[in-house]
């Protein structure tokens, strides 16, 4: 049986997404808490100073409707992965991993220059004062197919699917965010220098987050 991810009910005018994109830029930049309404306004060429407001109720608002569209492309991604992995008679561990870290690694370095500053604004999300990493992995809006992966992980390796584990999640979530940011910023910095790089490739990058990934996911002696 095939799991179904539900579409978003959420829809957004011209204007908010202006807004919206405007504001991961900017939160990308200087972090969530730093960012004022005004910085968001100016960057997304809007004259009224209220229109966070009146859109989004404020800049949680921003927050909230950006995880909306960003993770609903992701979550049908892994979803797609997902369901044409389960239809194998056999699978592993570095499998289900690869479903679970390949669609976010796509986007933050493929060729869509949309998602280019998506990376920023979740890893200034997770590191945020308002704990957003908790809750943005509880939301199940929010979790579609990666909850599923994590479950799988569980129940492969053993474990109960309780807080203790959880924890793991958020331990790993934090680890690979981090790792695509601190890259990408690698990468940037190179290509504006134009200095030869010692940054690894792809498929070594790739590797290690995947393999350490693992480790934290699955080894019992994790803690």
């Known amino acids: 049986m095939e799991l179904v991810l539900k579409e978003p009910q959420d829809t957004y005018s011209k204007t908010q997404l202006e807004i919206m994109f405007a504001a991961e830029i900017i939160m ?37 409707a950006l995880l909306d569209i960003r993770m609903a492309v992701l979550n049908a991604e892994r979803l797609r992965l997902l369901n044409l992995l389960l239809k194998k008679e056999n699978y592993n561990d570095m499998d289900l991993i690869t479903v679970y870290i390949d669609p976010l690694y796509k986007k933050v370095f493929g060729v869509d220059k949309g998602w280019s500053n998506y990376i920023y ?52 979530s934090s680890f690979f965010i981090s790792s695509m940011t601190f890259r990408k910023r690698d990468l940037e910095a190179i290509k504006n220098t134009k200095k030869d790089s010692l940054i690894p490739s792809n498929d070594d990058f790739l590797k290690f987050i995947k393999e350490t990934a693992l480790f934290i996911l699955t080894k019992k002696d994790h803690t």
């Open 121 to 172: 604004f979740l890893h200034n999300l997770i590191t945020s004062s308002r704990e957003s990493l908790m809750s943005f992995i509880a939301n199940k809006k929010y979790s579609g197919a990666a909850a599923s992966i994590e479950r799988l992980f569980a129940e492969r390796n053993g474990f109960a699917y309780d807080e203790m584990y959880r924890t793991r999640i958020v331990s790993n």
């Open 28 to 64: 990308g930049q200087k972090g969530i808490e730093n960012t004022s309404h005004r910085d968001i306004i100016n960057l997304a060429g809007q004259r009224n100073t209220s229109a966070i407001s009146y859109h989004f109720g404020g800049i949680d608002g921003i927050v909230t």
